[in-house]
């Protein structure tokens, strides 16, 4: 309970013992609504109002002290009807930002659906063309290859923004799941890009890391590792581990050997559409997004820190299941 407020609050209470002036009872309504915007619990509420009254009564007949109870009762009243009322209000309006949050997600789910149909195949046709170039054309195998890879790319990218998207307008569902089958499956999904960079995936963990997660939770560990595999250098390893965290939460770590993540980037890089200073790899910055978007659904945090041997571990901490 922040001073200020106790102070408003007794003075209120002193105030209307003396005048039992209605104004006074205005200023407690007014009062109640800054106790709701900063949060304070209704039960928080009641132990103030009862531990004002046991100092301001402390010395006090037993009959001027009864008196006193029962005329800070109507405050308390009036407070915790205001209260009430401005909390309602509240929750009505979180509700209808919450359902024209939907409606706007599941536009953007739309919008991006139909902008991934109609390029499809226009970037296949482009993909497809660029390999003919480089069987046919051997000066100009330089540049269609740099055409094909510019077509992934864009296949990458709106593969990532139909995810994004559709984590963001999906209606989550919670199971128990273990976070080794979920590594598991982003590992089996990434091992042919590790192997392009003869990148060893090693994995520093048993089973029975159980946890209560979204549908959509394989995403965040999916994409920490893609990062880590993007941007290790050829031949090195990505190491995953998984440990308990002061006894309630399970804690992923994915380490790599790379270029690591400047201190001023370490909180923008989970940002939409913010890349960071990565030497020679570009991206759309969506990956990391996602992964913060779902962890946040999970109820986890997620965090990057300086590998001691250089290069950069991210890392996603999970309740454990109850």
């Not at 009807?81 to 979180?94: D, N, R």
């Amino acid at each position: 309970m922040e001073a200020d407020l106790k102070e408003q609050y007794r003075e209120i209470l002193e105030t209307y013992r003396k005048c039992y002036d209605e104004r006074v009872l205005y200023r407690a309504s007014l009062l109640s609504k800054e106790f709701m915007c900063r949060k304070v619990d209704p039960d928080e509420i009641i132990g103030m109002h009862f531990e004002i009254l046991e100092e301001i009564t402390k010395k006090m007949p037993p009959g001027e002290k009864l008196h006193t109870y029962n005329t800070a009762l109507e405050v308390l009243l009036e407070l915790i009807t205001q209260y009430a009322h401005a909390y309602k209000g509240y929750l009505e309006l979180q509700e209808r930002l919450y359902r024209k949050e939907q409606e706007i997600n599941a536009f953007l789910e739309m919008f991006i659906n139909i902008i991934a149909h109609d390029l499809n195949n226009p970037l296949i046709t482009i993909s497809g063309y660029a390999e003919i170039l480089c069987e046919i054309c051997e000066d100009g195998r330089e540049y269609a290859e740099k055409i094909r890879e510019s077509a992934d790319k864009m296949f990458e990218l709106l593969e990532e923004a139909r995810t994004f998207t559709k984590i963001r307008a999906s209606k989550i569902k919670f199971r128990t799941v273990d976070i080794a089958d979920l590594l598991n499956e982003a590992i089996i999904e990434l091992e042919t890009k590790a192997r392009e960079k003869d990148i060893e995936i090693k994995k520093n963990y048993g089973r029975g890391y159980i946890v209560n997660a979204t549908q959509f939770l394989r995403y965040a560990f999916l994409n920490i590792i893609d990062n880590a595999v993007k941007y290790s250098p050829p031949h090195s390893i990505v190491e995953i581990s998984v440990s308990e965290e002061r006894g309630k939460n399970w804690k992923v770590c994915v380490k790599d050997w790379g270029e690591g993540v400047p201190d001023k980037w370490k909180q923008k890089i989970f940002e939409r559409f913010v890349r960071g200073e990565k030497t020679g790899i570009k991206g759309s910055g969506i990956g990391l997004a996602i992964a913060k978007t779902v962890v946040t659904q999970n109820k986890g945090r997620i965090w990057v820190e300086d590998n001691p041997e250089g290069g950069a571990v991210f890392c996603i901490s999970l309740p454990k299941a109850s």
